[in-house]
């Protein structure tokens, strides 16, 4: 019988130091992760000819090995990428725009809410909704994809087309 309740207390013991173990080890799991922060920055990604494109922002936070950059400004080339978020994997050069994405050059305006980008193969895509202005056409779409060297656009469905008087 007192083994029994020897047993028991023993049990319920191990079971306390437990629990007591996995809590001091949340939050020091917690306490671990780390979250940096950086106030306007510029960051500068090369290709084979040199510096191809230039992301500037207002804010950076570094959260489990992406960046994710607050009031983006891209660059390349003649082409500039305005977008609300940028989060940017540096590991594969890749990046998810958010927020009023707007990408304006010669003669061109495109405007969309969430769009990816591949820095490496100078292409973005998405499958929103697209508003493109380009030689005094105002188009309509939803989907696309971008090459930006050579530049062309490819709208998936076009919706209607208004040319600019």
Known sequence: MIKGFG?????????????????????????????????????T??????????IRGEELVYEGGKAVILRALVRGGEYTIRAKRLIFDRLSS???????????????YIKTER???DFKRNVA????????????NLIRGRGFKIYFKPFRVILDEVKSVHPSS
């Open 7 to 43: 047993l028991i207390f023993g049990f319920l013991v191990l079971v306390a130091l437990s629990e007591a173990y996995l809590s001091v080890y949340e939050r020091l799991r917690e306490e671990k992760l780390t979250r940096s922060k950086l106030l306007r920055v510029v960051i």
């Open 94 to 108: 890749r990046g998810l725009l958010e927020g009023d994405v707007e990408i304006t050059g010669p003669d061109l």
């Open 115 to 117: 769009a990816f980008i």
């Open 125 to 136: 895509w998405g499958d929103g909704d697209v508003l493109v202005r380009r030689k005094g």
């Open 45 to 54: 990604l090369y290709g084979k000819r040199g510096a191809e494109w230039v």
